[in-house]
């Protein structure tokens, strides 16, 4: 089980390095649900000793991203694998709440062999089943999700769905609301990765 946990201060990059994390996703803003990290603190955290993701959102709000927004995702893309770090958390939707497949195709060629998550976009979208199948085209490591719900625990009965239908194929990594003590029943469904 790989147990990865957001933070976005120095002290809970600290405090999670200590407390055992095995990857970390690092954010600005988690206040706002997350926002691309800076420079400075990529850098630092490019020195834990553990793989970290970037967060890859230039603002609050939607993932209905324009052109000049992309460019900068595409510019921060960069900063991270400058930087040194395993990877980056990606979403980006369409007015509709589907996936921006051509959007997320760009990010990704810009993020070339860096390990890529798709983030809670996808708890937008219509047609989770649909969705899945998109990543996995679009060649992502990992799907973050809560079931569509607010929190995993909320959103369990369709995680573990989506966990069947992945079948191996993609992790399926539950988050939002997971816990020691709730931890087990995702762990039981077949989850191998946790976001906390």
């Known amino acids: 089980m790989i147990l990865e946990v957001c933070v976005d201060t120095s002290a809970g990059l600290a405090e999670a390095v200590a407390g055992g994390a095995d990857r970390i996703e690092l954010c600005a803003a988690l206040a706002l649900g997350g926002l691309t990290p800076s420079a400075g603190f990529m850098a630092e955290a490019a020195r834990c000793g553990l793989p970290v993701m ?11 991203f324009s052109e000049a927004e992309l460019t900068q995702m595409e510019t921060d893309i960069a900063t991270a694998r400058a930087a040194g770090l395993a990877g980056v958390v990606l979403g980006c939707s369409l007015p509709d709440g589907r996936l921006d497949v051509a959007a997320l195709r760009r990010l990704r060629a810009a993020a070339g062999e860096m ?51 992945a079948k191996g194929r993609i992790p399926v ?5 997971i816990t020691a003590a709730n ?3 995702f762990l039981a469904m077949g989850a191998t990765e946790l976001h906390a």
């Open 115 to 165: 390990d890529c998550t798709l983030h809670r976009a996808f708890d937008l979208v219509p047609d989770q089943a649909e969705a899945l199948e998109q990543a996995l085209s679009l060649r992502f490591s990992r799907i973050l999700t809560s079931g569509g719900e607010c929190t995993a625990e909320a959103g369990a009965e369709r995680i573990a769905a989506l966990l069947a239908q």
């Open 54 to 64: 970037a967060m890859i959102r230039p603002r609050a709000g939607d993932f209905v």
């Open 173 to 177: 990594m539950p988050g939002s609301g």
């Open 183 to 185: 931890a087990p029943r």
